[in-house]
C-alpha cells in the first residue's frame, strides 16, 4: 500500500507537539497570516517548498521532517516491534544512529521552555502597549 505523506498534518503535529497555536503561528508567519489561514494550510496534503522551509525557520523543525514524517509508518514499525510489553533487542551492527536521542529530546525541551517564554514576552509586551 503506498500512501502519500500529508505534510499539512505533520505541520500540525510538530506545531502541537511544540505548544505553538495557530494563532502564534500566524502571527510568526506575517501579517498576511490569520488562525483561519493555519488552518486551511494543516489541512493541504502538499505544500510548497518556499512555504515549508520558512514554517521550517518558524518552528526550527527541518523541513524533512514535514516531508518525510509517516505517523501510520512509525505506528505500523512501533507495532511490529514491540509485543506484550517486551522491549526491542539490538546490536552495536543494527543500529545507525548518528545522534544521541536524549541529547534531541533536551534540545527540543530547551526550544519549547524558549518557545514559551518568548511568547509570554509577547504577551506582556501586547498588555503594556494596550
Known amino acids: 500500500m503506498d500512501h502519500k505523506i500529508h505534510q499539512g498534518r505533520n505541520i500540525k503535529r510538530f506545531r502541537e507537539m511544540l505548544g505553538i497555536k495557530q494563532e502564534a ?8 497570516w490569520n488562525q483561519k489561514k493555519i488552518s486551511l494550510l494543516e489541512q493541504k496534503e502538499t505544500i510548497e517548498n518556499q512555504l515549508l522551509q ?10 524533512e521532517a514535514f516531508q ?6 512509525a505506528i ?7 509485543h506484550d510489553g517486551s522491549i526491542a533487542h539490538a546490536t552495536a551492527e543494527n543500529i545507525q544512529c548518528t545522534f544521541n536521542p536524549i541529547d534531541k529530546m533536551i534540545e527540543l525541551y530547551e526550544r519549547m521552555l524558549k518557545e514559551k517564554d518568548d511568547m509570554i ?4 509586551n501586547l498588555l503594556q502597549n494596550k
Open 121 to 124: 514576552a509577547r504577551l506582556e
Open 25 to 32: 503561528l500566524a502571527s510568526d508567519l506575517g501579517d498576511d
Open 54 to 63: 520558512k514554517i521550517s525557520e518558524v518552528l526550527k523543525i527541518p523541513v
Open 76 to 82: 505500523n514499525i512501533i507495532s511490529n516491534t514491540f
Open 68 to 73: 518525510n514524517f509517516d505517523e501510520e509508518q
